[in-house]
């Protein structure tokens, strides 16, 4: 069972990372070749496509991170390695929850100023980018607790 749950944190977190690296690489740069208004148009109609993509890959996560760190909490190098990665992925989720669910509903919504969509889009590119830093981590350090 516990190699289950190692399986599920380590892929878990390497499909976040790699989910949002996807959404940043092909979505990103062609949200910056799209006017602003464009943009909005285009948030407004395919954001919540965006949106259904996490939960397949947030959900195996947590239930990886929760098992591998319930049975491995006796180990402590591996313990250890373990909160590091559960603390990643829980900046990515709060990042989630405070940055981007409200700074997508506004784009979907169109509440942004026209005029201050590409800075708030270099902004959101920005920050997600660190998300994609911490569901990276994350899964080196599953990686590097299994390893141990």
């Not at 092909?26 to 948030?43: E, H, I, Q, V």
């Not at 800075?119 to 981590?137: F, G, P, Q, S």
Request: hydrophobic share 55%.
């Amino acid at each position: 069972m516990r190699l289950l749950f190692n399986i599920l944190a380590i892929t878990g977190s390497a499909m976040f990372a790699g989910v949002m690296l996807t959404i940043a690489v092909t979505l990103g740069g062609y949200w910056k070749s799209l006017p602003a208004s464009d943009f909005l148009d285009w948030f407004g109609q395919n954001g919540k496509f965006i949106a259904r993509t996490i939960p397949l890959v947030v959900v195996p996560t947590l239930i990886g991170l929760a098992g591998s760190l319930l049975l491995g909490w006796s180990e402590s190098g591996a313990r250890t390695l373990w909160i590091g990665a559960t603390v990643c992925i829980a900046g990515v989720l709060v990042l989630t929850a405070a940055w981007f669910l409200p700074t997508n509903a506004q784009f979907a919504s169109r509440l942004i100023p026209v005029d201050e969509v590409s800075a708030r889009l270099d902004t959101w590119l920005m920050i997600h980018n660190v998300r994609i830093a911490l569901a990276t981590i994350a899964s080196v350090l599953g990686i590097a607790a299994v390893s141990r």
